[in-house]
């Protein structure tokens, strides 16, 4: 229920009794509130690239590719 | 949150591209695309700008994604061999899902064979994987008390709006490293890459039923080993 609420997908009536319950329960709210910076971290982490041999090798595929098929126009 | 994810920002939209990448990869519509349509024919016509402006924003959230499958040796190999697989089967893709989905179903192809040839260990956390939640002994389950919480999560003691420190992150990875393949996938998917959940469904064939269930198993996992990390001092 948590990740449909999260998601927007809980329904309206739904939603209404899980955000009065919230309201009203500490341990719930504690919990929804880490849950969400526990998102607000996976969102930030660290992503790396392919290296740049890695891109030459495939420009050069797509440049290949598009030679072979161009005899056409 | 965007489909790119907050640290790419590469430069796009160079001078005389018509098409920004940053738009294209950012807009994942559920209805007809014709900015996919535009980037394959780009594509055909042998667009290096546009390709190594593809590259940059998917190869990250594609690396990470085959993490969940391979080591990271092994990942570079798996998502240099989706994007040649991709520019291979140009011809054939129908515009069904976005190209983004398409290019992750390729590679979510690749990692898994790849990850079956090289057999990686199973960690013991996968055994559990369809087992009772997580969450379970946080409650009461019987008794007159049933349903509420044993005790109450404590606060964490980093403030809400602090910076996230490198050894926040660290823990975060190493509690993603530690969860049983699938979740681990649909918790990159969504909350690192920030793929809908349709996508999801579509990148990794589960239903939307699935979906949820992986996701917050993932993310209860996570919060509890962050909170041990953040509530342990």
Known sequence: MVTDYLDGTLPDPAAKRFEEHIAGCLGCQTYLNQIRRTIGVLSRLPRDGLGDEGRETLLAALRSRANTGSAHG | ?233
């Open chain 2, 1 to 233: 949150m965007t489909a790119l994810g907050p640290a790419s920002r590469g430069s796009f939209g160079r001078a005389g591209a018509r098409l920004s990448t940053l738009d294209v990869v950012a807009a994942d519509p559920p209805v007809q695309r014709p900015a996919d349509a535009s980037i394959v024919a780009r594509l055909r016509a042998g667009d290096e700008t546009l390709f190594a402006g593809l590259i940059a924003a998917w190869s990250p959230g594609m690396l990470r994604t085959a993490r969940c499958y391979v080591d990271a040796y092994a990942a570079e190999d798996v998502v240099q061999e989706a994007w040649l697989a991709v520019i291979a089967g140009l011809d054939r893709f129908e515009g069904r899902s976005s190209l983004r989905t398409w290019a992750y179903q390729i590679m979510i192809k690749i990692a898994r064979a790849r990850g079956r040839r090289d057999a990686r260990s199973v960690p013991a956390g996968s055994l559990s994987e369809d087992g009772p939640s997580v969450d379970g002994g946080l409650f009461f389950s019987g008794g007159p008390y049933a349903g509420h919480w044993r005790s109450l999560p404590a606060p964490w003691r980093q403030p809400e709006d602090s910076a996230v420190d490198a050894e926040t992150r660290a823990q975060v990875e190493a509690a993603l490293d530690r969860l049983p393949e699938r979740q681990r996938a649909v918790i990159v998917l969504r909350d690192v890459e920030g793929h809908n959940s349709d996508d999801v469904c579509r990148i990794l064939q589960i239903t939307a039923q699935n979906q949820r269930v992986l996701l917050h198993r993932a993310r209860a996992a996570v919060r509890a080993a962050l909170a041990n990390y953040l509530e342990g001092r």
